[in-house]
């Protein structure tokens, strides 16, 4: 399936199976697995409710990603926008611009997680948190159907951090399949996904600092005066201790980009990959204009619609908030140093 190819580029992944298989095709058992592990973890209205939208007309261009017809009760609009990740390198900030634009809409709460193995269908009965949906239709239900199909909605969660696992702890290897590919069949290939990423040791301390004195349930629990170096040291032990283990809690592991991303590219077709934008923290600090138009020039979107908001964030340059990538990541690594002289 390709992007030359309009009809499954444009429909969810789930379609796309089943389209292939009522044509004969011989499904590859990674395929099949697939399916058979979202029936087991979708409620069985959900599924009725993905065969009717696999039937269903589109409403509008196709890349509106809207649908009507007998089965789902209303207009069913899915997102055009997911933003994957990751903690503490902007994902708030960037939610909150995108909220500013009129063809924008954001899904009612910021990290919607629906597409977490603990956050959907039966298995989300005792961990779902409140507000999050659990079911495909609670999903929808994050946009206001009424709106124009041609207005993009959009959802922020940390799906790239947290992929498998009943409790979110582990990533890849304890589970066949992942958020990666939850949100492939769910959604349409066309969607376009958002990473954000940092200069890995200044998130770290943004994540020790948002960490420190809070209760949580995390791998090595942080006391309340454990210093920047003291928990570098503790991870970096537990890290040895346990091998390949990517902890809820670990300041490290959350820099691992490319060890957490590999979920959402490393399956060809059964993953949502045909378009990812990377953007670091530092881009949309120094630069935050030129980074929102990066993103509404990916969605088709005219530069006459941008709020004024935006366009007053021209100014910012490389002033006192400024500084590349390279100066931000030798303060961070120098605070280290500091408290700790052994990591030199």
Same mark, same amino acid.
């Given at each position: 399936?390709?992007?030359?190819? +309009? ?31 979202? $029936? !087991? ?16 007309? $589109? ?12 089965? /789902?009760?209303?207009?069913?609009? /899915? ?14 900030? #960037?939610?909150?611009? %995108? *909220? #500013? ?22 298995? *989300? ?18 946009? +206001? *159907? ?11 969660? @940390?799906?790239?951090?947290?992929? &498998? ?14 958020? *990666? =590919?939850? &949100? ?7 969607? /376009?996904?958002?990473? #954000? ?10 994540? =020790? ?9 995390? %791998? ?20 040895? $201790? ?10 490290? +592991? ?6 957490? /991303? ?40 005219? $530069? ?9 964030? !021209? ?20 605070? %280290?140093?500091?408290? @700790?002289?052994?990591?030199?």
């Amino acid at each position: 399936l390709t992007p030359a190819d +309009d009809v499954p580029f444009h429909e969810p992944g789930w379609c796309s199976l089943g389209r292939l298989a009522s044509e004969g095709t011989v499904l590859s058992e990674r395929a099949r697995g697939l399916e058979a592990w979202l $029936r !087991a973890t979708l409620w069985p209205d959900d599924v009725a409710l993905l065969n009717a939208l696999c039937k269903a007309k $589109r409403v509008g261009k196709p890349d509106y990603q809207c649908y009507a017809g007998l089965g /789902l009760g209303r207009r069913v609009c /899915l997102p055009r926008l997911v933003g994957i990740g990751f903690e503490k390198c902007g994902s708030t900030a #960037m939610f909150g611009f %995108l *909220a #500013m634009h009129a063809e924008l809409v954001p899904s009612r709460r910021k990290e919607v997680g629906y597409f977490l193995r603990y956050n959907r269908g039966p298995v *989300a009965r005792n961990n779902t948190r409140e507000g999050s949906p659990s079911t495909y239709r609670d999903y929808h239900a994050q946009w +206001d *159907a009424s709106l124009p199909p041609s207005k993009v909605r959009f959802e922020f969660s @940390h799906y790239a951090r947290y992929n &498998a696992g009943v409790n979110g702890a582990r990533v890849a290897e304890e589970a066949p399949y992942s958020g *990666a =590919h939850a &949100a492939w069949a769910l959604l349409p290939e066309s969607t /376009l996904v958002l990473v #954000m990423v940092r200069e890995p040791i200044s998130r770290a301390l943004s994540h =020790h600092a948002f960490f420190r004195g809070r209760t949580t349930k995390i %791998l090595f629990p942080l006391p309340e005066n454990q210093s920047f170096g003291g928990w570098f040291c503790a991870e970096t032990a537990a890290r040895v $201790r346990m091998p390949g283990v990517v902890t809820h809690g670990g300041l490290l +592991d959350g820099g691992h980009y490319a060890h957490l /991303l590999r979920l959402w590219v490393r399956d060809g077709r059964l993953t949502l990959s045909a378009r990812m934008l990377i953007i670091l923290q530092e881009e949309l600090r120094n630069s935050p204009l030129a980074v929102l138009r990066r993103i509404t020039g990916a969605l088709g979107l005219q $530069r006459d619609t941008e709020p004024a908001a935006w366009r007053a964030l !021209a100014s910012r340059g490389q002033g006192k908030e400024g500084g590349d990538v390279k100066e931000v990541g030798q303060s961070a690594l120098a605070v %280290l140093v500091r408290e @700790h002289p052994a990591i030199a």
